[in-house]
């Protein structure tokens, strides 16, 4: 049971990455795999100056503010100078390992004694509930504090839900998601497409630099391999949540990426469970978006034949 | 007032696909003016319409709309002034917003767009009742993605959305070459209401001449990159389909000239 709370805590953190992703890959359109880069470097920036002795708020919204700068990296060399989004977000991706290991100073930053938002969420749950209580939950004990944690990464991530939702509804917002939806549409009703991609793209790895952070903190270390294949991970979550809620009112969608990255995070961990080498878990990830990505098509071929006959 | 002077613009220059789609053209179009532009493929109509609506940047000349030099403007930037219809029916709208989304991103062309609510209740309201005025129906599916819907539909959603704001001028890319028949006299009607409702400066390109025979009040006729007809007052009131068809016809026998004369020069003295 401890295990599966955990998973949902990480879960939780990497909805995070599963909404920048959604940002970048359905609102945009732009196929940016910066997120494997900024996922780390969010990490790198809050593991390092935490251990120089930076207080944890501050430190994870430096993380934020450093995943801004990277999306805006890629965004700038698309919109400026022309290079295709995909191979942009690579420049920017493989950059950002040598100025992680510049960050870092090293491969990994323990953050073993160090106070970070979980030690302090931990410590708030002590002070209400006291040390090592244990709650039962359904028949299962469970220790208190990890509940309190779980609680606090859910209303973290309930608060930018929210956020999103509404920002997407603003002036501003609707303008992005028309830039990615028909970008000469909006260019004809005023709206510089160029600041938008690299607003949008800028906000997408902020998020996703800032899961990097929670994560960190959360398991206590940051490693300069994290961010290996979080740009396929976001993706699954995204659409396991497109699959569940078959409907594109924006704050569903939303919510529907937030349920598939903790769905997706369970499924890992039962897998692990049941004794699944832990070595091929990148291989399976990647075979699972490729069936996500092709079955749909493949289905309506199938169905269109059948209707043939 | 749009005043174009000595426009020129080349695509691919240097190279064996080489085209000089437009070779110092002249225009200037009064406030208020009507402006159907006629013209053989590839004669450049479309792309002077895209040279004023800052799809490309000019290769020289100086376009002023209202006294303004916006020759070097960006797209986005000409569009606070300018309203659009594209000849594609998805080019105009966002096919995965709703009626009501895609008409308020029109509500504020050209307008800072800040962290206001995107759909507060006063523009919905005001949406219905401008929406009514189309007379299909869509009052009542504002929610609707505007990827659902027909291309006329959309072709008159667009209309409605370059003219929400009064425009400058108003640009019509061969707006109805894509719909059929029926449904393009619907647009066209509608066009011609909007147009004399709000007094609009309009450049429309088309194909039918039967078109630019009963609209507007001025007809430009291009041909490889030049204006080579322009009918005013009476003039274009007096115009019939058969005339423009003779211009044509004209126009293609003296290219036909410049070929067979070429050869025939080649042959005598080559």
Redesign the interface.
């Known amino acids: 049971m401890t295990l599966l709370i955990g998973s949902i805590t990480i879960g939780l953190i990497l909805a995070l990455l599963a909404l920048g992703i959604f940002i970048s890959f359905r609102i945009f359109d732009f196929p940016d795999i910066t997120a494997e880069g900024s996922f780390t470097f969010g990490a790198a920036i809050t593991a390092s100056q935490i251990v120089a002795g930076m207080s944890p708020v501050l430190a994870t919204l430096l993380a934020f503010v450093g995943g801004l700068l990277a999306g805006s990296a890629t965004g700038l060399i698309h919109t400026r100078f022309k290079i295709n989004p995909l191979l942009s977000g690579i420049l920017v991706m493989t950059a950002l390992y040598s100025v992680n290991l510049h960050v870092m100073g090293k491969s990994n930053v323990p953050l073993l004694s160090q106070s970070t938002l979980f030690t302090w969420f931990e410590q708030f749950s002590v002070s209400v509930s006291g040390k090592d209580t244990v709650v039962n939950l359904i028949g299962w004990s469970v220790p208190a504090k990890d509940l309190w944690t779980l609680l606090f990464c859910f209303l973290i991530i309930l608060a930018f839900s929210l956020l999103l939702l509404w920002f997407f509804r603003t002036n501003i917002g609707t303008a992005m998601r028309a830039t990615g939806d028909n970008d000469q549409m909006i260019r004809a009703l005023g709206v510089n497409t160029k600041m938008m991609i690299i607003f949008g793209v800028a906000l997408s790895n902020g998020m996703i630099a800032l899961a990097g952070s929670l994560l960190a903190q959360f398991q206590g270390f940051a490693d300069v391999q994290m961010g290996i294949g979080m740009m396929v991970w976001g993706l699954a979550s995204v659409i396991i949540g497109e699959a569940l809620i078959s409907d594109n009112s924006l704050g569903l969608v939303i919510a529907g990426a937030v349920i598939g990255a903790v769905l997706f995070r369970l499924l890992v961990a039962i897998a692990l469970r049941w004794g699944m080498n832990p070595n091929d878990l990148k291989l399976i990830t990647a075979g699972f978006v490729f069936l996500a990505l092709v079955l749909p098509g493949f289905m309506k071929q199938t169905k269109k034949i059948k209707l043939f006959r | 007032m749009l005043e174009i002077s000595n426009l020129y613009k080349t695509f691919n220059a240097g190279t064996i696909n080489e085209v000089m789609s437009l070779q110092d053209v002249n225009l200037s179009i009064e406030d208020g003016s009507f402006v159907c532009v006629l013209g053989t493929n590839g004669s450049g109509k479309s792309t002077l319409l895209n040279a004023v609506?800052g799809t490309f940047i000019s290769d020289s000349g100086t376009i002023l709309l209202n006294g303004k030099n916006i020759t070097r403007w960006?797209?986005?930037?000409r569009?606070?002034q300018?309203?659009?219809v594209?000849q594609n029916p998805?080019?105009?709208?966002?096919?995965?917003?709703s009626i009501a989304?895609?008409l308020?991103?029109?509500a504020?062309?050209?307008?800072k767009?800040?962290?206001?609510?995107?759909?507060p209740v006063s523009v919905v309201r005001d949406l219905k009742s401008r929406v009514k005025v189309l007379n299909m129906g869509l009052e009542d599916r504002l929610d609707t993605?505007i990827g659902k819907l027909s291309g006329g539909q959309r072709q008159a959603l667009t209309l409605l959305?370059?003219s929400w704001l009064k425009p400058d001028l108003l640009l019509l890319d061969e707006h109805t070459a894509a719909l059929d028949p029926k449904t393009a006299s619907k647009v066209i009607e509608l066009t011609e209401r909007i147009v004399t409702d709000g007094k609009l400066t309009t450049l429309m390109v088309t194909h039918s001449m039967q078109q630019a025979v009963n609209l507007g009040d001025r007809v430009i006729m291009m041909h490889q990159g030049k204006i080579k007809y322009d009918f005013k007052g009476d003039e274009k009131r007096r115009l019939k389909v058969t005339d423009l068809l003779a211009l044509f016809d004209e126009l293609r026998r003296k290219d036909q000239i410049d070929n067979g004369v070429a050869e025939l020069l080649i042959s005598n003295y080559v």
Request: proline content about 8%; charged content about 20%; some cysteine.
């Open positions: 609506a960006p797209e986005h930037k569009a606070c300018i309203g659009r594209f998805f080019s105009g709208t966002a096919p995965a917003m989304e895609n308020s991103l029109a504020k062309r050209g307008k767009r800040g962290l206001g609510w995107g759909l993605p959305m370059a």
